[in-house]
């Protein structure tokens, strides 16, 4: 503090901070992404451990022995679901009761702004049927729930069935001190939401009509989702990206690895095994693609299983898939019954909520982590290069204009811009933002009348056109200024921008660090380096190059590369187009809050920079 209260030594750091502010700012910028990616680096993550001891400290002895008896249930299950043509409700609750469950059954209906891309739909029903196992030996106030989403075709059966049969062999235990509820849900995604406002008698979703459930359970604690498309299994895959970036309690996935070893369960995550060669080129890629796989999944803000959408309540969930891509292997529907039988008993133990453990997290591999205290750093240098370039603007609006050799202008301080000048590109980018949140789903009547397009691609489209029809603000803003804008507004305007996108990026990275990194690094770049005297055409280009559309472009083609499933341009121009309209329906959908973070905030900030780039 003694530095900073002494004039002279302030205005020597300050005379610093600006004499070597470009240099900074670029090392600041490699830094950061050097941080990033050495966070791959298996000697700076963290090793896993179960923190608490309610799960850890007991040992559980799995003797589900039903598979194949469950197998031969979702196939009965297939029977009648290709028989009804659907959801085989009637069915279903025979068989929930049949095996002493209490059972419900729900119905839902819900109107789509627009028809999904893939079914064409504009309402949506169905049903939902759950049942109840009472806990024998608690007072019933928490619960745990077991989910299988009942999908079209064949999806998806296997798991209906393996369900069915756990829930027949819990109802002999006696050792459960939380109700455990069964939930075949139809729809996926939207049932699964459905279900949740009905259970917690919530309203969060419009144009959404549900029966209100009959039966509750207590408080739910956590929920595992089921998925199995196959009867051969030969590793078993944890998803646990929820909505707007949200992540269950890392005891919820480091319980499940420790099954996994148990059981001798080929597990991944993010598709992709455990390697042990760490120190070599190969491993290191090998980590750092599928850190970056879990960023871009949690950047999207989609909720990417049924379990995505628990943790809005705050409850710890998440989803277990069935993959068949490891020939050498191969995992029975017994084995998986015992690695659920054990997670639920683990869970069962609990005295209260998972709360030791991290919430926020990257993973490298199930076997090692890297917590919030190790990469908000890296994020902090790539933001530290916003607070610079807006400590150089200050002091140069500070500065006092220079002597000429004629004496005028001595001693006086620079011209104040008008109000005006400033106030008038920030409020016409922010309309421009409001434009492209509401009109795209509100004009796709008239745009289908007048254009050969369906109502998706009418949203898709307008949304394009209006993101595009922003980049002529500059000579719509100047129209509206009376006279010449000065070289102080500039100036002043960029300093006000460089501050907002400090404070947008800092309060998005703490919801979702992952989407508040990823805008980051293409952001800070433009934002730093944007004036009125660099060429416009090369700078114009590389602006747009670095705007937040291009930047979900990239994240398309670099998402299938890390999948390894690589797509040329006009596929990944098709996906780019898909990943458009899915987002403005998670919006409307599951309130997924990226769409219109993009479009309210992110989007008109970035014109702010556009603006600046042909300020008059």
Not at 324 to 334: E, I, L, V
Not at 358 to 363: R, S
Request: with cysteine; glycine share 8%; aromatic share 10%.
């Amino acid at each position: 503090m003694g530095l900073l209260s002494d004039p002279n030594r302030r205005k020597a750091i300050t005379s610093l901070l600006t004499r070597l502010n470009t240099p900074i700012c670029v090392v600041c910028y490699l830094a950061g992404i050097a941080w990033f990616m050495g966070l791959a680096f298996e000697p700076f993550t963290l090793r896993t451990y179960m923190s608490e001891n309610a799960m850890g400290s007991t040992m559980v002895e799995e003797r589900f022995p039903s598979g194949e008896r469950a197998l031969a249930t979702a196939r009965e299950f297939a029977a009648h679901k290709k028989k009804v043509g659907g959801m085989p409700v009637d069915w279903l609750v025979k068989t929930m009761r049949a095996q002493g469950l209490e059972v419900f059954t729900q119905s839902f209906s819900r109107n789509l702004p627009f028809p999904d891309e893939s079914k064409e739909r504009f309402v949506v029903r169905g049903t939902n049927v759950y049942g109840i196992l009472r806990a024998p030996r608690a007072p019933r106030t928490e619960a745990l729930v077991l989910s299988a989403p009942c999908s079209p075709g064949n999806s998806n059966n296997q798991a209906v069935g393996l369900l069915l049969g756990l829930a027949q062999y819990f109802r002999s235990q006696i050792y459960w001190a939380k109700d455990i509820i069964f939930l075949v849900n139809e729809h996926d995604l939207i049932g699964v939401q459905a279900w949740l406002e009905g259970y917690h008698h919530t309203n969060i979703t419009e144009n959404c009509r549900i029966t209100s459930s009959l039966g509750r359970a207590g408080s739910i604690q956590a929920a595992l989702s089921l998925e199995l498309n196959s009867d051969v299994v030969t590793s078993l895959d944890l998803v646990l990206e929820g909505l707007n970036g949200q992540l269950p309690n890392l005891d919820l996935a480091n319980l499940f690895h420790a099954f996994c070893q148990k059981l001798g369960i080929l597990c991944t995550i993010q598709g992709k095994l455990q390697r042990s060669d760490w120190d070599t080129v190969e491993g290191y890629t090998h980590s750092a693609q599928t850190m970056l796989l879990m960023v871009l999944k949690q950047a999207s803000g989609r909720p990417w299983g049924e379990h995505g959408l628990f943790l809005r309540y705050h409850i710890e969930a998440a989803s277990i898939r069935g993959v068949n891509s490891f020939r050498q292997y191969k995992t029975d529907a017994t084995s998986i019954g015992r690695l659920f039988e054990g997670m639920v008993r683990k869970l069962n133990n609990l005295l209260e909520r998972l709360h030791q453990s991290y919430f926020f997290y990257l993973m490298p591999s199930l076997t090692r982590f890297v917590s919030i205290g190790y990469y908000m750093p890296a994020f902090g240098l790539l933001t530290t290069i916003l607070l610079l370039r807006a400590l150089d603007l200050w002091v140069h609006l500070g500065t006092p204009t220079p002597v000429t050799e004629d004496g005028v202008g001595e001693g006086e301080s620079p011209s104040s811009p008008g109000l005006l000048s400033v106030l008038t590109p920030v409020v016409i980018s922010h309309l421009t933002g409001v434009a492209l949140y509401t009109l795209p789903v509100l004009s796709q009547e008239m745009a289908v009348e007048h254009f050969p397009v369906s109502e998706t691609e009418a949203v898709v489209l307008t949304a394009i056109a209006i993101y595009t029809a922003g980049l002529a603000l500059p000579h719509n803003t100047h129209r509206l200024i009376s006279g010449e804008g000065t070289e102080q507004g500039w100036r002043v305007l960029k300093l006000v921008a460089l501050l907002y996108l400090a404070v947008l990026l800092g309060c998005t990275a703490l919801i979702n660090f992952s989407l508040g990194f990823i805008l980051a690094v293409t952001l800070v770049p433009a934002a730093a380096c944007v004036t009125p005297h660099v060429p416009k055409a090369l700078s114009a280009v590389a602006m747009v190059l670095l705007s937040p559309g291009c930047t979900i472009l990239y994240c398309v083609f670099l998402f299938q590369e890390l999948q390894e499933v690589p797509v040329s341009l006009a596929e990944g121009w098709m996906l780019f187009l898909s990943v458009i309209s899915q987002g403005i329906l998670d919006h409307a959908l599951y309130g997924s809050l990226v769409y219109p973070l993009l479009a309210l905030l992110v989007y008109p900030c970035w014109l702010l920079f556009w603006n600046i780039l042909f300020w008059k």
